[in-house]
């Protein structure tokens, strides 16, 4: 969460930083008066069902033993699940059950549903959209969707197949019914057969529907589409929602951001890496332009004005903290300008205006004057450098550099990448028009001991970096090997996105016997890496824009059989990719939506609905849940403080002084 921070939102600036942790969650009593009346609706639903089916008494026995998950409706899916009890009962005699209970495991199906299709969504959050839907799974389903501006929502998609698939197997074993899953996908291109009207010979020809698809093929993965044009006829206007969500769409907003980080990375030109220090410290998404345009804009700005003491070394990765520090504090600076720029917004509605317009400022209303908007920048610079530059400076560049020929040469070759030509004129601009005195950084004195500390920390990131970059490049030629078919020949753009924290935590006695001298014997011990990196293809002589890759790497020492294959950088609202590890780690890493064979995806979203431990840990079980996912990775979402081990990979001698009372001069450190 944000929370407007009172000593440094003086005058008309309002500054927004990191809240204490706070996800919304209301009251206890309150979230139980919320299940109650869920529990109040699903009931309904039974009695409907019960009473609609006047005809069909042999179904009827069945209904309270079946729960109400399924891709229809919730009477529906009462209905269709009791034929597929009596249809695998031979002696059509159900065991006595309390109806109670299986309202009640309905409704852990249903809120299992939402929060393994959505990331970001606490199980009291998805109770309340059930209610708003009538505890009806698909249209809660595209009422969050719409909440959280998910325009990219595509019902046939990969990435919303994918989901759906994953969140029915889930919910139909929290709603302890697993083998229902496979039965409502079986029938997913045939339901609207079954939905017209209930009349008295629904069982048979319902059952008759049954037979045609169990004993037709069904394409694996199964057609998904026909249940969400069934939803969209059952609520044609989404329901606003009755409260504010800000936590939740936080993180939807931050996910957006990471994808303008990617665009901006590819548009970089072949050899950039001079520009990640910079981009690191100072590439903010906001400005005059779109996001991406902003952040190189930002980026080549502070390079031409504060270049680094000491010379860049060419590096083929960011760092994973260090990139998700500049996307939280991109975050703020950009509410912290709506907040400034018009003063009767809430916190909670310059998100929402952030979801509306993609979080392009500049679609936004424009402040009333330049000196209003010069404010709004100062403020949003505030929120984002806090005490690492005069916000002045940035806030006077930002205010005045609109101008043609700057939006000319960053729109030059569209979304291709930059030359470095271009690169090269537009710090010549950028530099020129500064309008602020140009501020000449001073090396920092520090210790004889801090800065050996300092250059052994900066060795020491550069060297693992290295061996996750030699990983990458082995995935990426066995990938093209693999596929010979394409002349292209690729080469590595940039490692944007690492995740060392996959399939594990592993205690079990196998496990400690693969550790090496090197491992910390009170480590958590992860057989996987998770990576996103940019690649180039190089035709002739011509240089593709970089293509975003997804590469699962084995810690053990053995790739050969692991995941390597392209992704798509996603725009603001793209369909959801679930990755348990990744989203516990609270790193943003792009999944491939057509694959389920990376781990974190379906059989460990499973195991952790069943309550399982994924490795056997004897005394100290790790189970998995959602509430644990969302509460670990909260404090990542909110990472604007720390980072400082990645930064001194960009740091060499010419950065520091040594203090006089610890002795001479230092001798230049050389590099690993």
């Known amino acids: 969460m944000a929370s407007l921070h009172a000593g440094l939102s003086t005058g008309r600036l309002r500054i927004y930083t990191p809240a ?89 199906g249903l809120v299992t549903f939402l929060t393994c299709f959505f990331p970001y969504l606490a199980d009291w959050e998805a109770v309340r959209y059930l209610l708003l839907a009538d505890a009806d799974p698909l249209v809660a389903a595209r009422i969050v969707a719409e909440d959280r501006g998910t325009k990219c929502f595509r019902p046939d998609s990969a990435a919303t197949n994918g989901a759906l698939r994953l969140a029915l197997r889930c919910a139909t074993l929290a709603a302890k019914h697993p083998q229902l899953a496979d039965a409502w996908l079986s029938l997913c291109s045939s339901l609207h057969k079954a939905v017209p009207n209930y009349h008295h010979d629904i069982f048979s020809n319902l059952r008759t529907l049954f037979k045609e698809n169990t004993t037709a093929h069904v394409p694996y993965p199964p057609p998904t589409g026909k249940p969400w044009e069934l939803a969209a006829t059952r609520r044609t206007r989404i329901t606003k929602v009755p409260y504010q969500n800000s936590w939740s769409l936080r993180r939807v907003l931050l996910d957006a951001i990471h994808g303008f980080y990617l665009k901006a990375l590819a548009r970089m030109p072949q050899g950039g890496s001079r520009y990640h220090r910079s981009m690191l410290k100072a590439g903010h998404c906001y400005g005059p332009f779109d996001p991406v345009s902003n952040i190189i804009l930002n980026t080549i700005w502070y390079e031409a004005n504060f270049p680094p003491l000491t010379p860049q070394r060419e590096l083929d990765f960011v760092g994973t903290w260090s990139l998700m520090r500049i996307e939280a504090l991109s975050f703020y600076g950009l509410l912290s300008f709506l907040c400034t720029c018009h003063q009767d917004l809430s916190m909670h509605e310059a998100m929402r205006i952030l979801i509306e317009t993609g979080l392009n400022l500049s679609a936004t209303k424009h402040c009333s004057s330049v000196k209003e908007e010069q404010e709004a920048y100062r403020a949003a610079a505030i929120a984002a450098w ?287």
């Not at 240089?543 to 992704?567: H, I, T, Y």
């Open 20 to 108: 204490l942790y706070d996800d919304g969650t209301p009251w206890q009593k309150e979230r139980e008066q919320d299940s109650s009346q869920l529990l109040l609706k699903i009931h309904s639903h039974y009695k409907e069902a019960f009473d609609r089916l006047t005809g069909s008494d042999v179904v009827r026995r069945f209904l309270p033993s079946v729960v109400c998950v399924g891709l229809l409706d919730p009477v529906f899916n009462i209905t269709v699940n009791a034929i597929l009890a009596v249809t695998a009962d031979k002696a059509s005699a159900p065991v006595a059950v309390d109806l109670g209970d299986t309202e009640r495991r309905s409704l852990d």
């Open 386 to 672: 806090c005490p690492r530059l005069n916000s002045d400076a940035q806030a006077g560049f930002l205010s005045s550099c609109n101008k043609p020929q700057v939006l000319s040469l960053l729109s030059n070759g569209g979304q291709q990448q930059l030359s470095s030509q271009t690169v090269q004129q537009l710090a010549t601009l950028l530099a020129s028009g500064m309008t602020t005195q140009q501020q000449q950084q001073q090396p920092v004195s520090v210790s004889k001991r801090e800065f050996d500390d300092t250059m052994s920390e900066g060795s020491e990131r550069r060297r693992a970096h290295k061996r996750i970059s030699k990983k990458v490049k082995a995935a990426l030629r066995r990938y093209e090997k693999q596929n010979s078919g394409d002349t292209a020949r690729y080469q590595l753009h940039v490692v944007c996105g690492v995740n060392e924290s996959v399939s594990g935590p592993d205690s079990s006695a196998e496990t400690t016997m693969k550790r090496d001298d090197t491992d910390d014997e009170f480590d958590d011990y992860y057989h996987h890496t998770h990576a996103n990196f940019l690649v180039t293809r190089n035709v002739g002589s011509v240089c593709s824009a970089p293509v975003l890759f997804f590469a699962e790497l084995s810690n053990d020492g053995d790739d050969d059989q692991l995941l390597c294959c392209p992704v798509d950088i996603p725009p603001p609202g793209a369909e959801p990719v679930r990755c348990l590890f990744c989203e516990q780690a609270g790193i943003r890493i792009m999944h491939p939506a057509n694959q389920e064979g990376f781990h974190g995806r379906t059989l460990e979203f499973e195991k952790m609905v069943r309550g399982e431990d994924f490795y056997d840990n004897g005394y100290y079980m790790e189970v998995y849940s959602n509430h644990r996912i969302l509460h670990r990775s909260e404090s990542i979402a909110n990472w604007t403080q720390g980072g400082d081990e990645e930064e001194c990979m960009y740091l060499g001698s010419n950065d520091f002084t040594i203090k006089e009372d610890d002795g001479d001069e230092s001798e230049d450190f050389e590099d690993d």
